[in-house]
């Protein structure tokens, strides 16, 4: 499975912005899909995950926040990110598990950097 994100950018604090990850492969395997995120001298940590039956789970810190979605079709999964704050800053990966919502990740993307600038 082969995992590209894009849409990172550098944006404002309070701006919105939408990153999006395309699989590739045996997604046929996949049963949940997730993004994370590590910020400068930070671990990473997860941000919101997705089952193949729409069940979702989000970081307490952007929940109200941050929309996780997939379009099928598509083979994408996207983050919609709203209210963006400073700390939202960091690298965020797409990441794929053939396991359960909360599995560890088993394929990774390269990562899209964001940046929030006040």
């Known amino acids: 499975v082969q995992l590209r994100e894009s849409g990172g950018a550098v944006v404002q604090a309070g701006e919105s912005l939408r990153l999006s990850c395309a699989a590739s492969?045996?997604?046929?395997?996949?049963?949940?899909m997730a993004w994370y995120r590590q910020a400068p001298g930070a671990q990473r940590e997860l941000v919101a995950s997705?089952?193949?039956?729409?069940?979702?789970n989000y970081a307490e810190s952007v929940k109200g926040r941050f929309t996780i979605s997939r379009n099928s079709a598509k083979n994408t999964v996207y983050l919609q990110m709203n209210e963006l704050k400073l700390e939202d800053t960091a690298v965020y990966y797409c990441?794929?598990?053939?396991?359960?919502?909360?599995?560890?990740?088993?394929?990774w993307g390269q990562g899209t950097p964001v940046t929030v600038s006040s």
């Open positions: 492969g045996s997604i046929f395997s996949v049963n949940a």
């Open positions: 997705m089952s193949s039956v729409g069940d979702t």
């Open positions: 990441a794929a598990s053939r396991g359960s919502l909360r599995s560890p990740a088993d394929y």
